[in-house]
């Protein structure tokens, strides 16, 4: 019995039918992540605001998304929101349960950016004249986005293999059109290691990414200060 077939693992190698899975594995992580950001900045604020309605709304939003497993999530939202009129195509419940779960993760990490940055500055910009508004764009975001940059780009590769788990609901990413070569060819051992090899590149390159962005973001801090001095 052939156990490993190498003209079977390069022919899949590079296959289009899992280029088009891995491409859509790259724009459900791009959709994902940006929606997640965008309600995750809301939440932190929410949490970080004087107002215990939004503040308590906002902890217990997490609480639900960070407790509950995405897997969970998922299936509630494409089969057991129906039963309740609320339909969603397999695109759009992807796209919601991994915005809806990398919300709640990333809101306590804008939250921990932004309360690293000192109480004195707000006060200072206050103080000059400034908006609360323009405290937090002029002056506290770009001090939290250096803290933040760090564990985003964590989240970044994370959410790259977290997109896997879609394919329970047909989601026709990478690991959902592998699983689908594996049941017409039963090169199982083949097609998971050129899955592995499609996720081990993405990830890579993001870190490439990531390491640029901390090098951008981190001008006048840390060793490249000290350096100069």
């Known amino acids: 019995m052939q156990i490993w077939s190498w003209s079977g693992f390069f022919d899949y190698l590079v296959n289009p039918f899992l280029l088009e899975g891995a491409i859509t594995t790259l724009w459900l992580t791009a959709a994902s992540l940006s929606a ?76 921990a950016g932004i309360l690293a940055v000192a109480r004195g500055q707000r006060e200072a910009a206050l103080a000059l004249g400034l908006r609360r508004l323009q405290v937090f764009r002029l002056v506290v975001w770009p001090q939290a986005l250096r803290i933040i940059i760090p564990p985003l780009g964590n989240s970044v590769n994370g959410l790259l293999k977290t997109t896997s788990v879609a394919s329970v609901i047909s989601m026709e990413e990478l690991l959902r059109r592998t699983q689908i070569l594996i049941q017409e060819r039963f090169l199982v051992l083949e097609l998971f290691m050129v899955a592995a090899l499609y996720y081990l590149a993405m990830t890579t390159a993001w870190d490439f990414v990531q390491r640029r962005l901390e090098k951008r973001y981190g001008r006048g801090y840390g060793t490249e200060a000290a350096d100069r001095r």
């Open 36 to 111: 997640g950001l965008l309600l995750g900045i809301g939440l932190a604020v929410m949490r970080l605001s004087g107002n215990p309605i939004l503040s308590g709304a906002a902890g217990f939003y997490c609480w639900i998304f960070r407790g509950t497993p995405l897997l969970v999530q998922l299936l509630i939202i494409y089969t057991g929101l129906p039963l309740f009129g609320l339909r969603f195509s397999v695109v759009q419940a992807a796209l919601l349960g991994l915005a809806l779960n990398e919300a709640a993760y990333l809101s306590e990490t804008v939250r």
